[in-house]
């Protein structure tokens, strides 16, 4: 077995992220001024907020900041869910956390591959949303059939993408040429096709059950449908939009804005109509919308209380609101949604007092400089009250499947159905995935228990707890 002369996983990921985001700019021009838009916002808060450049200098993620993006794609089939978690895996990327969207009006359920351990996510955050499509959803069993089929017809991998997965498992990674061309055979995968595998009618039958089913079914691949810059401040991100020809949905999901931002907030402009080529027809006569642009900022990683008093406060301001949060209400949403966060905690020192997010802790000089004194703190709060150990609020990696729904629910009109009667099953998606998906909040507990321990090394000390 080979051993030596493999490129890392890290490193292949970040370059396939680049390859990724430069396809899906020529693809989607408005995603080109989406990151100019995102970049100069950036910018502009750092220069500004002095305490936020030094947060992301303080954990590393002003590194990652620019290169930072999500992608989505919704494959059709169990075959395909677990090819796609294979080719993730020679980019170092697991399935971490399950997402059920049937109740939100969305056939699908979901995992996020990406890396899972603190080291790797700053050498590359790249993130891929991934659905599978559920077929049992499709209420005529006629059109249920004509699905199975033409999913079953389609490979939507290069037959050299799959030898180049198979050999990185059979040796255990790939050799910089291997490497390369695994990432240009890889992105064929995610490549949009304006040619369907439907006539016209058949996309019609599809669109009318459900537009996301059509969007799956009806074309040779899982074409990438959005790519996710990060922000530092999504509401002027989201007031700069239609200044740069862009136009914005109108509610920003996630929580309210806040002084210490927690978990995810989410926008996007709406879906592009792009124009398709039905079979039987001579040209591209058709159109099908289903790529939109998405912008996201990210906040603090909560703890599960801090996560169920999140899901209350963020239950409480919809049902109040009594109806999806839309153009039409948007302006009484967002009050709504300050209101009911006030009981939200909105400091770091009282989110960490109160168990309600995770944190990084860092030993400082001044701690270091004092590891050989006799008399110096030896638990963690007075280490931080003597200044020996500083701490950063662990950024949230993940998604929020009520946002998620949301930005689906957004760009798929008025006329989208508000949920299914079939539950989901996390068995089911995992036995279709061949894997098991990993749990987000086990993994921030164990980035903040490594934290402790270097801490703990760096200041010549026992474990801290």
């Not at 002003?62 to 796609?84: K, Q, T």
């Not at 979901?110 to 599978?132: D, G, K, M, N």
């Not at 007031?239 to 907030?265: F, N, S, W």
């Not at 909105?346 to 004092?370: N, W």
């Amino acid at each position: 077995m080979q051993t030596q002369g493999f490129v890392s996983p890290d490193s292949i990921r970040a370059r396939f992220s680049r390859a990724m985001s430069d396809m899906y700019k020529s693809e989607v021009p408005l995603y080109g001024a989406l990151l100019e838009l995102v970049a100069q916002t950036n910018a502009r808060v750092m220069r500004e907020r002095p305490e936020v450049a030094g947060h992301l200098r303080a954990t590393g993620e002003i590194e990652r900041l620019d290169m930072e993006r999500h992608g989505a794609i919704r494959v059709g089939s169990a075959a395909e869910l677990s090819m796609i978690r294979r080719l993730f895996a020679v980019m170092g990327m697991q399935p971490v956390g399950y997402y059920d969207l049937a109740p939100a009006g969305v056939p699908v359920h979901s995992t996020a591959f990406r890396a899972i351990h603190e080291a790797s996510l700053q050498a590359s955050p790249f993130r891929v949303f991934t659905s599978l499509l559920r077929l049992e959803l499709i209420e005529d069993p006629a059109l249920r059939e004509l699905a199975a089929e033409l999913l079953a017809q389609r490979d939507i991998f290069t037959a050299r993408a799959v030898e180049l997965i198979e050999l990185c498992e059979r040796n255990g990674g790939l050799t910089a040429e291997q490497a390369e061309a695994f990432v240009g055979e890889a992105l064929e995968t995610f490549r949009w096709h304006s040619n369907a595998t439907v006539s016209a009618e058949q996309y019609r039958q599809l669109h009318d059950q459900h537009r996301l089913i059509a969007d799956v079914v009806a074309f040779k691949g899982p074409h990438i449908n959005h790519l996710t810059p990060r922000t530092l401040d999504i509401d002027a991100v989201q007031a700069g939009m239609p200044g740069h020809g862009i136009t914005p949905k109108a509610v920003i999901e996630g929580p309210p804005r806040r002084a210490c931002p927690i978990l995810l907030r989410q926008t996007s402009f709406k879906a592009l109509q792009e124009r398709v080529a039905f079979v039987g027809q001579q040209g591209a006569e058709g159109s099908h919308t289903a790529r939109f642009g998405e912008i996201e900022q990210r906040g603090a990683a909560l703890t599960p209380k801090g996560r169920a008093l999140y899901d209350r406060l963020l239950d409480s301001a919809r049902e109040a609101l009594g109806e999806f949060p839309g153009e039409a209400n948007a302006v009484r949403y967002q009050a709504l949604l300050a209101e009911r966060f006030q009981a939200f905690p909105d400091s770091l020192e009282s989110m960490r007092r109160d168990a309600l997010a995770y944190f990084r802790y860092f030993a400082t000089p001044q701690g270091i400089a004092a590891r050989d004194q006799a008399e110096r703190p030896q638990r963690l709060e007075a280490l931080i009250a003597a200044g020996h150990v500083r701490y950063e609020p662990l950024v949230y990696e993940d998604f929020l499947p009520v946002s998620a729904a949301g930005i689906f629910q957004s760009n798929l009109g008025d006329g989208a159905r508000s949920d299914y009667a079939i539950s989901s099953s996390q068995a089911d998606f995992q036995a279709a995935l061949g894997a098991t998906v990993l749990d987000e909040l086990s993994l921030y507990g164990e980035t903040q228990s490594r934290s402790l321990e270097a801490c703990a090394e760096a200041l010549g000390l026992p474990a801290l707890a």
